[in-house]
């Protein structure tokens, strides 16, 4: 949600995901079958593995499983199937916020940039490639924000200290709190200006990434 609307993107690949079940499967539990059914059962399963499984591409396909078991019709090679076209979507359909390009282009002459993310998309399928210097994916290893310790692993990537590493994200709890507990400075990139009923403060509050370079100090006219 921090450089690409996640939400939309997840529900229209589990469209184009739940057509094919149907196509597969055209019986009438199969036929009532909702996308907000299909995200409850991949929700529920993840977290029944969390801490064992690390791989969100593995617990997708599961979770695909335990739809078509929920429909009753078990079949792991229609699992695969449909596994394989939602992440056709999940990667390929991607658009960009209008921010994020222009906003990279300032940037990156004065600073390193990187990708820290309890997802799994790599850059080079949403079309960021050759855009960060470093990428922290928790599942690759195995601790997720907002954990303390993959801030320090980020860190060292960047080869910075803590205190040197501004991180931007749309979670009030996962990236703001987060990066604060670990000692790095947070950016709460709240696009749609939603009120914050908690206790985290945000070093910084910005509607749009192209406020990042004037908090850094940069020219944001060149935006």
């Not at 690409?4 to 079940?21: N, P």
């Not at 940037?107 to 080079?124: R, V």
């Not at 599942?139 to 692993?153: A, G, L, R, S």
Request: aromatic share 8%; proline share 4%.
């Amino acid at each position: 949600m921090t450089l690409w609307d996640f939400l939309k993107v997840m529900r229209h690949s589990l469209q184009h995901t739940l057509a094919e079940l149907q196509k597969h499967v055209p019986t009438l539990r199969a036929l009532k079958l909702t996308i907000d059914e299909m995200i409850a059962i991949r929700n529920q399963f993840a977290e029944e593995v969390k801490g064992k499984i690390w791989s969100l591409e593995e617990i997708r396909r599961s979770a695909f499983e335990r739809t078509l078991e929920h429909v009753g019709h078990p079949d792991k090679d229609l699992a695969a199937h449909l596994n394989a076209i939602y992440l056709k979507h999940r990667f390929e359909d991607i658009e960009l916020y209008s921010d994020v390009i222009p906003t990279f282009d300032v940037l990156a002459p004065h600073y390193k940039l990187g990708l820290l993310s309890n997802g799994n998309t790599y850059p080079e399928r949403c079309g960021l490639e050759d855009r960060f210097a470093f990428v922290v994916f928790s599942q690759d290893v195995q601790v997720e924000k907002p954990d303390p310790k993959i801030f320090e692993i980020t860190a060292q990537r960047a080869g910075c200290e803590l205190r040197q590493l501004l991180h931007v994200g749309d979670s009030l709890e996962n990236d703001v709190a987060g990066a604060q507990n670990a000692g790095a400075q947070a950016v709460w990139l709240n696009r749609e200006g939603v009120p914050n009923d908690t206790e985290t403060r945000p070093d910084y509050e910005i509607g749009s990434l192209t406020e990042i370079p004037t908090i850094l100090g940069l020219d944001r006219r060149k935006l």
